[in-house]
């Protein structure tokens, strides 16, 4: 079955420490993208990427960055600058196309900065 | 002023209730219109998109009213397992950026 995978679904890290969200798709869609949720809140874009080997900041690039190496692969590293790291990450892809796309999501990771 | 905003609720109806949400955007520019569907601790799955010339599936009704700027969703005959949080995603439109902006949602308690 095609899907999205981000792994692992839930992770405790004390201060300081980067960690890396991993997020791979097999539904040989183009466009790849990171959100962020926190509680009560809305998906936050944090970086996008329209085709292997390029991508863009969302609106709250600061403290993240990503690689675009494969298309099936755009893993997120929440580094020591993101001064309040623990949310609900999700990563989607899509076919993108002016307008903009139906988005598939996979299930989320969900970071404790302890 | 947000560039999608909805009324966050909740709303507390009973089962059978017809109930709308509506949300506002920013850019007069925006191109596509989608409302998402998100359970609670999960991840946001596509529930209808919005065409310009309003429609419909099932119980569920979707309108888009570019010269007020705002998207409405319509659910009839409500169910318990209509609960969530609905997500309203607008392609804001600005140049070259391909992806979505999501307002806050709207949530959605169906009672017995």
Known sequence: DGGITQSPKYLFRKEGQNVTLSCEQNLNHDAMYWYRQDPGQGLRLIYYSQIVNDFQKGDI?????????????????????????????????????????????????????? | RKEVEQDPGPFNVPEGATVAFNCTYSNSASQSFFWYRQDCRKEPKLLMSVYSSGNEDGRFTAQLNRASQYISLLIRDSKLSDSATYLCVVNLGSTGRRALTFGSGTRLQVQP
């Open chain 1, 61 to 114: 690039a600061e403290g993240y960055s990503v690689s675009r190496e494969k298309k099936e692969s755009f893993p997120l590293t929440v580094t020591s600058a993101q001064k309040n790291p623990t949310a609900f990450y999700l990563c989607a892809s899509s076919t993108p196309r002016e307008g903009g796309g139906e988005l598939f999501f996979g299930e989320g990771s969900r970071l404790t900065v302890l």
